[in-house]
């Protein structure tokens, strides 16, 4: 009702304006809390309280959506949802009309999995510089997983149907829980300290961003950009990406895919072996018959050139070698001969002896002329040494003390007391005389 002066709203009215406010001021957004009050009725639509520590705020998400979230709300649990701002015109209450749901753990998940991304690609992990060329004939194969979930069963029936002569070595580890990530870790520093492998899968089937986490960790990255081994991942569906997959050398949609990545078809290569196998019976074919006509060839030359007359020539040449060779034996003998009895004529005329006995007589010589030599060197020294004796018992103290003279020294014997200054009243005093001390007392 509208008058002159003034615009009255009945409430519906109202309401329905400040519902339209709200939906054109506040975009589609995302609200994080906690469900509370809870219903679902037989309408399939989901009413309940999102909440904080100090406020909340109703919603509502209607059954066409709430049929497409994977969580199952319930009171307490902690969640993130989108949707728009409104108002229930009805009763006039402000809430949240809900579009999408989803555990804000997840969101958690998701959150410190894209930090975790930029983080390593900045550093360059994901750079293809670090892709290592996986082995097309590999001797041996590692696997890195559960040893008890169906992606190791998976890879090892593709691997057996496609090279079942490969050895495979299995690594074995948690892929999902708390201590997964540090088994994974640690599976791949140890194939790597073994060095057995010329290639790694690891592996794990389809889950949740939770299921996946182990493979979202930085420890785990690291093993994984140090490794030496070239890596293929098949982790999770095809859909699924970790970061394991950004930095492994190949990443497959499946572990049945990384299987086929790592190993090569036997079925193609045993098709080859049978083909070159034909190719070689084929050229030994033509070998043999090659040989064989060149040895009938050579056969009929033999027979022509007719050996035994040819042996006969060598062995009489051998014989006429054979007496030339004894002849130059005896000559060179007898010059040998000649030569050896001139050579002893002539160390007889220079025989050694004579010059021998000439100089062991000058040696008897020098001898006695140094032994004589040095008696007149020791008597000299001897009586040099006498006379300082003499010298030295002439500026004896102990003479001096032998003439009455004494010498007076502190109780320590350390200093000579040559004046009274150097004593004092109740000192002790060490005298020496001739024959021993004195011990005495300055009074």
């Given at each position: 009702?509208?008058?002159?002066?003034?615009?009255?709203?009945?409430?519906?009215?109202?309401?329905?304006?400040?519902?339209?406010?709200?939906?054109?001021?506040?975009?589609?957004?995302?609200?994080?809390?906690?469900?509370?009050?809870?219903?679902?009725?037989?309408?399939?639509?989901?009413?309940?309280?999102?909440?904080?520590?100090?406020?909340?705020?109703?919603?509502?998400?209607?059954?066409?959506?709430?049929?497409?979230?994977?969580?199952?709300?319930?009171?307490?649990?902690?969640?993130?949802?989108?949707?728009?701002?409104?108002?229930?015109?009805?009763?006039?209450?402000?809430?949240?009309?809900?579009?999408?749901?989803?555990?804000?753990?997840a969101g958690l998940l998701q959150k410190?999995?894209?930090?975790?991304?930029?983080?390593?690609?900045?550093?360059?992990?994901?750079?293809?510089?670090?892709?290592?060329?996986?082995?097309?004939?590999?001797?041996?194969?590692?696997?890195?997983?559960?040893?008890?979930?169906?992606?190791?069963?998976?890879?090892?029936?593709?691997?057996?149907?496609?090279?079942?002569?490969?050895?495979?070595?299995?690594?074995?580890?948690?892929?999902?829980?708390?201590?997964?990530?540090?088994?994974?870790?640690?599976?791949?520093?140890?194939?790597?300290?073994?060095?057995?492998?010329?290639?790694?899968?690891?592996?794990?089937?389809?889950?949740?961003?939770?299921?996946?986490?182990?493979?979202?960790?930085?420890?785990?990255?690291?093993?994984?950009?140090?490794?030496?081994?070239?890596?293929?991942?098949?982790?999770?569906?095809?859909?699924?990406?970790?970061?394991?997959?950004?930095?492994?050398?190949?990443?497959?949609?499946?572990?049945?895919?990384?299987?086929?990545?790592?190993?090569?078809?036997?079925?193609?290569?045993?098709?080859?072996?049978?083909?070159?196998?034909?190719?070689?019976?084929?050229?030994?074919?033509?070998?043999?018959?090659?040989?064989?006509?060149?040895?009938?060839?050579?056969?009929?030359?033999?027979?022509?050139?007719?050996?035994?007359?040819?042996?006969?020539?060598?062995?009489?040449?051998?014989?006429?070698?054979?007496?030339?060779?004894?002849?130059?034996?005896?000559?060179?003998?007898?010059?040998?001969?000649?030569?050896?009895?001139?050579?002893?004529?002539?160390?007889?005329?220079?025989?050694?002896?004579?010059?021998?006995?000439?100089?062991?007589?000058?040696?008897?010589?020098?001898?006695?002329?140094?032994?004589?030599?040095?008696?007149?060197?020791?008597?000299?020294?001897?009586?040099?040494?006498?006379?300082?004796?003499?010298?030295?018992?002439?500026?004896?103290?102990?003479?001096?003390?032998?003439?009455?003279?004494?010498?007076?020294?502190?109780?320590?014997?350390?200093?000579?007391?040559?004046?009274?200054?150097?004593?004092k009243r109740g000192d002790k005093v060490?005298?020496?005389?001739?024959?021993?001390?004195?011990?005495?007392?300055?009074?």
């Amino acid at each position: 009702m509208q008058n002159t002066n003034r615009t009255i709203l009945n409430v519906s009215e109202l309401n329905a304006e400040v519902s339209l406010l709200l939906k054109q001021g506040f975009p589609l957004l995302w609200v994080e809390g906690e469900i509370s009050n809870f219903s679902c009725p037989t309408s399939g639509h989901f009413y309940f309280s999102l909440k904080d520590a100090s406020a909340q705020i109703r919603c509502a998400m209607f059954r066409s959506r709430n049929r497409q979230i994977d969580v199952k709300p319930k009171n307490g649990l902690h969640v993130l949802v989108r949707g728009r701002i409104g108002l229930y015109e009805t009763r006039g209450e402000f809430q949240l009309i809900a579009e999408h749901m989803e555990d804000a753990g997840a969101g958690l998940l998701q959150k410190q999995f894209e930090m975790l991304k930029a983080k390593l690609r900045d550093k360059g992990w994901f750079d293809t510089l670090f892709k290592k060329e996986l082995p097309a004939f590999p001797q041996q194969i590692g696997i890195i997983s559960s040893p008890t979930g169906a992606a190791l069963r998976d890879i090892l029936n593709v691997l057996k149907r496609r090279c079942p002569q490969i050895p495979l070595l299995i690594y074995p580890a948690a892929v999902q829980g708390t201590k997964a990530a540090i088994e994974l870790e640690t599976a791949i520093r140890q194939a790597n300290l073994d060095k057995s492998c010329d290639v790694l899968i690891i592996a794990r089937g389809g889950g949740s961003i939770e299921d996946l986490a182990a493979f979202n960790d930085e420890n785990l990255a690291r093993a994984l950009h140090e490794t030496d081994i070239p890596l293929v991942s098949g982790i999770g569906h095809e859909i699924d990406f970790t970061i394991a997959d950004f930095i492994v050398d190949q990443r497959a949609p499946t572990p049945s895919a990384a299987a086929e990545l790592v190993s090569p078809d036997s079925t193609p290569l045993r098709n080859n072996l049978q083909i070159l196998e034909q190719k070689m019976h084929r050229a030994l074919q033509i070998t043999l018959k090659q040989k064989n006509e060149k040895f009938v060839w050579l056969s009929k030359r033999l027979q022509q050139q007719k050996p035994s007359y040819q042996l006969q020539q060598q062995s009489q040449r051998l014989d006429e070698l054979q007496m030339r060779l004894k002849q130059q034996m005896r000559l060179l003998l007898s010059n040998k001969s000649t030569a050896l009895e001139s050579r002893s004529k002539q160390l007889q005329a220079n025989a050694p002896r004579r010059f021998i006995e000439t100089k062991q007589q000058k040696l008897v010589q020098i001898r006695r002329r140094l032994q004589q030599a040095i008696e007149a060197k020791i008597y000299h020294k001897k009586s040099i040494l006498a006379l300082q004796l003499v010298k030295l018992d002439a500026m004896s103290p102990l003479k001096t003390l032998q003439r009455g003279y004494a010498i007076a020294r502190d109780e320590s014997k350390q200093r000579v007391i040559s004046s009274v200054t150097q004593v004092k009243r109740g000192d002790k005093v060490n005298i020496k005389v001739k024959d021993g001390e004195i011990i005495s007392k300055v009074i």
